[in-house]
């Protein structure tokens, strides 16, 4: 199975190509490739987390504009009474304490509780057949056990209902703390969706035996633990907003904020060694200056080839 992270470069090139005119949407695809693509967020998801970008955006505003509704209306080209209800729905939001339909960078609440949830609701002590399948013998049991890994935990081996049974209780269980109106149906969009994030991670792996009709599914971890390009696509969202938030700052003056930005040529040959380079400048330079107890700086860059303009 290919992983929807693994966008063809000429296909990736074309979608850029076709918001070339403005950087705004150029960031806005990037992010949608990010979430989406490579950080496996829903679209729905995706969606509703814009939505409410663009109502916290209008609400700050609105604060800034000393709470007045037109001029916040204007500035954004909204009709004020849209306005003074996006105001409401975050005001109350904020007052009661609620939760507003975001998207987080980390793993999704039912990703890292079906090792727990699986544990607790399918133990298997010691001694007891992790299969309980009907019509297999004790050697055929045997033999799909030594398939898995010898890192897996003491769990039972799931068919397909019990595990689909498995994935709609964590649904509905990280769906009990948020408000009724941001709650969402079990789907076998859903499914499909959790099911494909647990078995590419490594959490569960899936079982085809001869010995058997049906795939049987089986807990290989004990947490749930994103590896390879997608544990480097949180690094680069986390990367990303605090670049942002730097930007921002450098954008207001605040004091003790740098933006660089160096554009050269160099020789294909001496690429390896100018960026080893750089980076042992960087490390010198950090620990020149660091001081115990000091102002807490952070610097952050990224070096590569660069886009022809």
């Not at 960026?275 to 070096?303: C, I, N, S």
Request: net charge negative; aromatic share 8%.
């Amino acid at each position: 199975m290919t992983h929807p992270s693994q966008v063809p470069p000429d296909l990736k090139d074309d979608l850029l190509r076709a918001v070339d005119s403005s950087p705004a949407d150029w960031i806005l695809l990037n992010l949608a490739l990010s979430t989406m693509k490579m950080g496996g967020h829903r679209y729905g998801a995706f969606l509703d987390a814009a939505t409410t970008a663009a109502k916290l955006a209008i609400y700050s505003t609105f604060v800034e504009q000393g709470n007045n509704i037109r001029k916040t209306g204007f500035l954004y080209h909204v009709e004020p009474k849209r306005v003074k209800a996006i105001v409401q729905e975050i005001q109350v939001a904020l007052a009661e304490g609620q939760s507003l339909k975001v998207l987080n960078s980390k793993e999704p609440y039912y990703l890292i509780a079906l090792p727990f949830l699986w544990q607790e609701h399918f133990p298997c002590p010691p001694g007891a057949a992790r299969v309980r399948l009907q019509g297999l013998t004790p050697g055929e049991r045997k033999t799909i056990e030594e398939s898995l890994p010898s890192s897996a935990p003491r769990a039972r081996i799931l068919d397909q209902v019990e595990f689909a049974e498995l994935m709609e209780l964590l649904h509905h269980m990280s769906q009990e703390e948020l408000p009724s109106s941001q709650r969402m149906p079990f789907s076998d969009a859903l499914m499909l969706h959790i099911k494909f994030r647990l078995l590419h991670s490594g959490t569960v792996i899936q079982i085809d035996s001869p010995l058997v009709d049906i795939p049987l599914y089986a807990l290989a971890s004990e947490s749930y633990s994103p590896k390879g390009e997608q544990e480097r696509v949180f690094a680069m969202i986390d990367d990303v907003a605090r670049f942002f938030s730097l930007l921002q700052a450098w954008v207001r003056e605040d004091e003790g904020v740098l933006r660089g930005v160096e554009v050269f040529d160099v020789a294909p040959q001496d690429r390896k060694a100018a960026l080893e380079e750089l980076d042992a400048m960087l490390r010198a330079w950090a620990d020149k200056y660091h001081q115990d107890g000091g102002l807490p700086m952070v610097l952050q860059f990224a070096a590569g080839r660069r886009e022809y303009e």
